[in-house]
């Protein structure tokens, strides 16, 4: 009796989560990048590199080579990108990508605060909500929610003509 379980197996493409292994270079493609799974590591970088500055404070981050922020378990990169933290972030933030990203439009919105807190004649910023009172803000103190909260508050007075900032 001949075995053709060996013979049968040659020509099934292997598979780490549903990517199609290359018989010849024995890579597992992810469309933006290759995976090598005799090292457990990709062959090249996260593209564009936004992992490896995604979050200062989480060493995991800063992997460039890692998948999934090293955690598969709970995260999925079917093309080579962070779909699903890009999504949340759209929704939450309204600013598709990665957390650098929202960082950077964070930044930005507090530093117009901070611009028009430095622009008032006693230095106090002062934003009608839409209840009609004015409310003191702290631009240097506030979180993320705040910051874009108070940003689009501004964004909408000055859109709508009406309301004060000042």
Same mark, same amino acid.
């Not at 000055?158 to 004060?164: A, Q």
């Given at each position: 009796m001949r075995n053709n379980h060996r013979?049968?197996?040659?020509?099934? &493409?292997?598979?780490?989560?549903?990517k199609? &292994? $290359?018989n010849e270079t024995r890579l597992d493609s992810f469309r933006a990048r290759y995976f090598l799974s005799t090292q457990g590591r990709f062959t090249s970088v996260y593209p564009g590199n936004y992992q490896a500055m995604a979050n200062s404070t989480d060493p995991q981050s800063?992997? /460039?080579?890692?998948?999934?922020?090293n955690n598969p378990l709970t995260r999925i990169d079917r093309d080579g990108k962070v779909f699903f933290t890009k999504l949340k972030n759209w929704l939450l933030w $309204?600013?598709?990508?990665?957390e650098a990203d929202v960082q950077r439009v964070e930044n930005k919105r507090r530093q117009m605060l901070l611009e028009l807190q430095r622009q008032s004649s006693d230095g106090v910023l002062r934003v009608e909500?839409? /209840?009609?009172?004015? #409310? #003191?803000?702290h631009p240097?103190?506030? $979180? &993320?929610?705040?910051?874009?909260?108070?940003?689009? &508050?501004?964004?909408? #007075?000055?859109? /709508?003509?009406?309301?004060?900032?000042?």
């Amino acid at each position: 009796m001949r075995n053709n379980h060996r013979s049968a197996n040659v020509n099934v &493409r292997q598979q780490f989560t549903q990517k199609e &292994r $290359d018989n010849e270079t024995r890579l597992d493609s992810f469309r933006a990048r290759y995976f090598l799974s005799t090292q457990g590591r990709f062959t090249s970088v996260y593209p564009g590199n936004y992992q490896a500055m995604a979050n200062s404070t989480d060493p995991q981050s800063w992997n /460039g080579y890692s998948y999934v922020n090293n955690n598969p378990l709970t995260r999925i990169d079917r093309d080579g990108k962070v779909f699903f933290t890009k999504l949340k972030n759209w929704l939450l933030w $309204d600013v598709w990508g990665e957390e650098a990203d929202v960082q950077r439009v964070e930044n930005k919105r507090r530093q117009m605060l901070l611009e028009l807190q430095r622009q008032s004649s006693d230095g106090v910023l002062r934003v009608e909500n839409y /209840g009609g009172q004015y #409310i #003191i803000l702290h631009p240097e103190n506030m $979180d &993320r929610l705040h910051v874009f909260g108070w940003s689009n &508050r501004v964004m909408e #007075i000055w859109e /709508g003509g009406g309301g004060h900032v000042n």
